[in-house]
Antibody, heavy 126, light 110 residues
């Protein structure tokens, strides 16, 4: 069973760049078939998809954050990472890495997140 | 503001059947499949239902999902105190080219 674990700083100052890493065990991120994603949850709020990276290195990002988000892969370490630039207090949230299963056929897209990290709280404060 | 709309709260008594709705549009639920997640305080969401009505591994069949048009529902029958949690729906959105979520429904077992 695949397991994901986030790591990174818990406290950031405004304007800094947030860097988080997700370590994957029990499965290879290079095997294909899954999309490796970042999702965040503001305190007491719902879930917000930030972006995904595929094992080929192809990425896509939420348009609302596209100018500030960058995802990367390190297949040698079986990890993928998130960088979010110019953080503000509005970026204070629990950040989750997750594995998305997805396929599209006959104009219908099937998408689901079947494995999640435990989440890491990132607080942005001066 | 979440793309998918869920009622903020729902409640029921033990043994009852409760339903949580999720409303979207033609670019998400109307075209693509829906998944449902259960989240307890301080923990990560857990996949319950995918592809509208398929159970994730280990999920009891008291939980069931359905979809009609641009709306979907999660039903929980034989409600138990351990079902008290937040529930989220999600679907792929063709306009966003990414997944979108509902704002979540807090289920209280009275």
């Amino acid at each position: 069973q695949v397991q994901l674990q986030e790591s990174g700083p818990g406290l950031m100052k405004p304007s800094q760049t947030l860097s988080l890493t997700c370590s994957v065990s029990g499965g290879s991120i290079s095997s294909g078939g899954y999309y490796w994603s970042w999702i965040r949850q503001h305190p007491g709020k719902g879930l917000e998809w930030l972006g995904y990276i595929y094992y080929t290195g192809s990425t896509d990002y939420n348009p609302s954050l596209k100018s500030r988000v960058n995802l990367s892969l390190d297949t040698s370490k079986n990890q993928f990472s998130l960088k979010l630039s110019s953080v503000t207090a509005a970026d204070t949230a629990v950040y989750y890495c997750a594995r998305e299963g997805r396929y599209c056929t006959n104009g219908v897209c099937y998408s689901w997140f079947d494995s999640w990290g435990q989440g890491t709280l990132v607080t942005v404060s001066s | 503001q979440s793309v998918l709309t869920q009622p903020p709260s729902a409640s029921g008594t033990p043994g009852q059947r409760v339903t949580i709705s999720c409303s979207g549009s033609s670019s998400n639920i109307g075209r693509n499949t829906v998944s449902w997640y259960q989240q307890f305080p301080g923990t990560a969401p857990k996949l319950l239902i995918y592809s509208n009505n398929q159970w994730s591994s280990g999920v009891p069949d008291r939980f069931s999902g359905s979809k009609s048009g641009t709306s979907a529902s999660l039903a929980i029958s034989g409600l138990q105190s351990e079902d008290e949690a937040d529930y989220y729906c999600a679907a792929w959105d063709d306009s966003l080219s990414g997944p979108v979520f509902g704002g979540g429904t807090k289920l209280t077992v009275l």
